[in-house]
């Protein structure tokens, strides 16, 4: 497997994410708000653009030279990573939404992916971005997922979980109670 062959592959894993928002937005439709964020925007639209870093290393990579072997490892990580962040979002159905408000009908996903985590879809995109990293032997992708990833998914975990407790209250601290936020069976 040549070095664009791994490229591909890598950009193509990510699209098992876009492509699994894009229908979940199309088959939710309209609905009305429960509860409105009060976050900033830039925390409402964290899943495009926590994109923006991978789209910018895609393209300027700053290679560093890694063994195929270790480069296929990173391309296994990241295909599983899209696939687990995937199955988090259909997880949700009509619940998945880019922004962190509740609509009616909203409920409170504790089985598939989140029983094991409270934010399987965010721990999917950070690992995705390792994984990426290691394929496309990037340091670019590997510096921007540490200094700017993983640090606003944390902010963005902690937003979202303020707006779960305010809508499902007992129900929600219930679960994180049980639940890890990010990494699995930490505690």
């Known amino acids: ?52 870093p991978f789209v910018v290393a895609y393209f300027f990579p700053v290679a560093i030279d890694l063994p195929l072997p270790l480069r296929l490892v990173g391309l296994a990580i990241a295909v599983a990573s899209a696939l687990f962040a995937a199955w988090a979002m259909w997880s949700l159905g009509k619940s998945y939404g880019i922004r962190m408000d509740l609509y009616e009908g909203h409920r409170l996903v504790t089985e598939g992916p989140y029983r094991i985590t409270r934010h399987p879809m965010y721990l999917g995109i950070v690992s995705f971005h390792m994984g990426a990293t290691i394929a496309m032997e990037s340091l670019a992708l590997l510096v921007i997922t540490l200094v700017y990833v993983i640090p606003f998914t944390a902010i963005r975990i902690r937003a979202e979980d303020s707006i779960l407790a305010a809508g499902f209250g007992e129900e929600f601290r219930a679960f994180s109670g049980r639940v890890p936020a990010f990494v699995p069976f930490a505690r």
């Open 1 to 52: 497997m040549d070095d664009r062959a791994l490229r591909i592959a890598v950009l193509l894993s990510a699209h098992i994410i876009f492509l699994s928002a894009g229908a979940l937005r199309i088959l939710r439709g309209e609905r009305k708000h429960r509860v409105r964020s009060p976050a900033p925007w830039y925390l409402q639209y964290y899943p495009p653009l926590v994109w923006i």
